[in-house]
């Protein structure tokens, strides 16, 4: 059994920084992805950026330049780095992982899931 906990989610003014991290325990990864989603109230979760260890991260468009992903060389945690925040950024956060090995954007490709952690950016 896989358990995600994020932490890091609070009210932050526009413009603003925050770090979420994720942190894994119940098994050992060891190349696995690891994802970032996100869901805004009343819309559908949204991808926000995924890595594996070492190579291939991806980076939902509307967040280049802000959001960094970084993984830990243990890989039992992975960050997520906001900048710039915007209220259009404010939402749930979750962290996911795969049982698998290639960084994908849909929801289908991950396997575990942490409860999420609230993010409200304000104006």
């Known amino acids: 059994q896989v358990q995600l906990v994020e932490v890091g989610g609070t009210l932050v003014q526009a413009g603003g920084s925050l770090r979420l991290a994720c942190a894994a325990s119940?098994?050992?990864?060891?190349?696995?992805?690891m994802a970032w989603f996100r869901q805004a109230p009343g819309k559908e979760r949204e991808f926000v950026a995924a890595?594996?260890?070492?190579?291939?991260?991806l980076v939902e468009e509307s967040v280049k330049g802000r959001f960094t992903i970084s993984m830990e060389n243990t890989q039992k945690t992975v960050y997520l780095q906001m900048n710039n925040l915007r209220p259009d950024d404010t939402g749930i956060y979750y962290c996911?992982?795969?049982?698998?090995?290639?960084?994908?954007?849909?929801?289908?490709?991950?396997?575990?899931w942490g409860q999420g952690t609230q993010v409200t950016v304000s104006s």
């Open positions: 119940g098994r050992a990864f060891n190349g696995n992805a």
């Open positions: 890595m594996k260890l070492g190579e291939q991260i």
């Open positions: 996911a992982a795969s049982r698998g090995f290639a960084v994908f954007p849909e929801e289908s490709m991950y396997d575990y």
